[in-house]
């Protein structure tokens, strides 16, 4: 009686296993309805043809801020420093002091010469009067009229000798250094000061040999200044007629437009010309950033297609594309910002 029992209670679970099962596929064999997305509105946009474009390939070449006008103030005649009267970064007018040097000794010739030329003078009236009244012969009223040109002459030379003892400035600009003080002794050919004209820069830059030949003077050439935001149009000036021969580069001087901000020793880069290049350019509105990808939509049977592109250089409104797009396929051009790949556009 036992064994019967277990028997139909092993029936029993099998068949409630099988039924469990059954409803089981049947569960999922059930099937669940397909949502379809929403479809994308259509999209006026303005496009244009992708085309290749020639444009003259530079080189870039780093150069240095300079005034075009630039001086070593030295003395003329030697004397210890009087009296300094700038300090670097003052502004100065052509013909302003900047220093005074005490040369008694230069004083001291001027005042002998200053005394022999009115002896020379009184003596000279003396001679003409005699001549006049036929005691004086027209040899010795030469003589003394010669003797007399001669003293003029030293006290000239000692009057110019003098103002040299006054520093003055050679031009209006800028103090940039100072090599002495006051107490100091000034020799001819010692600098005393530097200075220059801070109104009128220009860009000097060493240009390799295979680049000068390329270059006229009159060119202008667009130079972008590390201080500064805007690009300057630099006018070349000069063109060093050898090179260096360490360097094997040609010394090259760009004059540049007065602009605030602009100062001596401020580092730049100018644009040298070096032949011609051709690329394909899209205008800058239709690549557009998501990220570190930069995109832009083809259109492509009234469809937007999305491409992942390489921009290259820029050039005024336009940019360059390395890969990504061919030649005479049409680009979105406005309305980028809101495409999505594969949304249906019309071209106005």
């Given at each position: 009686m036992?064994?019967?029992?277990?028997?139909?209670?092993?029936?029993q679970i099998t068949i409630g296993l099988m039924l469990a099962l059954?409803?089981?596929?049947?569960?999922?064999?059930?099937?669940?309805?397909?949502?379809?997305?929403?479809?994308?509105?259509?999209?006026?946009?303005?496009?244009?043809f992708i085309e290749s474009k020639t444009r003259v390939a530079t080189e870039e070449v780093v150069g240095t801020v300079r005034a075009k006008l630039r001086s070593v103030i030295e003395a003329k005649v030697s004397g210890k420093i009087e009296q300094m009267l700038v300090v670097p970064g003052q502004q100065v007018k052509i013909g302003e002091s900047l220093a005074v040097i005490d040369a008694r000794e230069v004083q001291a010739r001027y005042d002998?010469?200053?005394?022999?030329?009115?002896?020379?003078?009184?003596?000279?009236?003396?001679?003409?009067a005699l001549f006049e009244q036929k005691i004086l012969s027209q040899a010795e009223l030469e003589n003394t009229q010669a003797k007399a040109r001669v003293t003029i002459a030293s006290a000239t030379e000692a009057e110019t000798l003098l103002?040299?003892?006054?520093?003055?400035?050679?031009?209006?600009?800028?103090?940039?250094?100072?090599?002495?003080?006051?107490?100091?002794?000034?020799?001819?050919?010692?600098p005393l000061l530097d200075m220059e004209d801070s109104t009128a820069l220009r860009l000097e830059a060493d240009v390799p040999e295979a680049v000068?030949?390329?270059?006229?003077?009159g060119d202008k050439l667009p130079v972008r200044i590390a201080a500064l935001e805007k690009e300057l149009a630099g006018v070349i000036s000069e063109?060093?007629?050898?090179?260096?021969?360490?360097?094997?580069?040609?010394?090259?001087?760009?004059?540049l437009p007065g602009t605030p901000g602009l100062r001596a020793g401020q580092f730049g880069r100018v644009a040298m010309p070096v032949g011609e290049t051709a690329a394909l350019r899209v205008p800058v509105a239709a690549v557009t950033q998501r990220g570190q990808m930069e995109l832009v939509f083809i259109v492509r049977e009234k469809q937007a297609q999305l491409r992942?592109?390489?921009?290259?250089?820029?050039?005024?409104?336009?940019?360059?594309?390395?890969?990504?797009?061919?030649?005479?396929e049409q680009v979105v051009v406005e309305n980028v910002a809101g495409l999505v790949d594969g949304q249906p556009v019309e071209v106005k």
């Amino acid at each position: 009686m036992g064994a019967s029992t277990n028997m139909k209670l092993k029936y029993q679970i099998t068949i409630g296993l099988m039924l469990a099962l059954a409803i089981a596929f049947m569960g999922c064999g059930h099937k669940t309805e397909r949502v379809e997305p929403p479809a994308l509105p259509t999209v006026s946009v303005r496009a244009q043809f992708i085309e290749s474009k020639t444009r003259v390939a530079t080189e870039e070449v780093v150069g240095t801020v300079r005034a075009k006008l630039r001086s070593v103030i030295e003395a003329k005649v030697s004397g210890k420093i009087e009296q300094m009267l700038v300090v670097p970064g003052q502004q100065v007018k052509i013909g302003e002091s900047l220093a005074v040097i005490d040369a008694r000794e230069v004083q001291a010739r001027y005042d002998q010469a200053v005394a022999l030329r009115q002896q020379a003078e009184a003596e000279l009236k003396r001679m003409i009067a005699l001549f006049e009244q036929k005691i004086l012969s027209q040899a010795e009223l030469e003589n003394t009229q010669a003797k007399a040109r001669v003293t003029i002459a030293s006290a000239t030379e000692a009057e110019t000798l003098l103002s040299y003892t006054k520093v003055t400035a050679p031009f209006a600009g800028v103090i940039t250094r100072k090599h002495a003080d006051v107490g100091d002794l000034a020799t001819p050919g010692k600098p005393l000061l530097d200075m220059e004209d801070s109104t009128a820069l220009r860009l000097e830059a060493d240009v390799p040999e295979a680049v000068v030949g390329k270059l006229t003077l009159g060119d202008k050439l667009p130079v972008r200044i590390a201080a500064l935001e805007k690009e300057l149009a630099g006018v070349i000036s000069e063109i060093a007629p050898a090179a260096d021969s360490a360097s094997r580069t040609f010394l090259v001087k760009l004059d540049l437009p007065g602009t605030p901000g602009l100062r001596a020793g401020q580092f730049g880069r100018v644009a040298m010309p070096v032949g011609e290049t051709a690329a394909l350019r899209v205008p800058v509105a239709a690549v557009t950033q998501r990220g570190q990808m930069e995109l832009v939509f083809i259109v492509r049977e009234k469809q937007a297609q999305l491409r992942l592109v390489k921009t290259g250089k820029r050039i005024g409104t336009e940019v360059e594309l390395v890969s990504g797009v061919s030649a005479g396929e049409q680009v979105v051009v406005e309305n980028v910002a809101g495409l999505v790949d594969g949304q249906p556009v019309e071209v106005k």
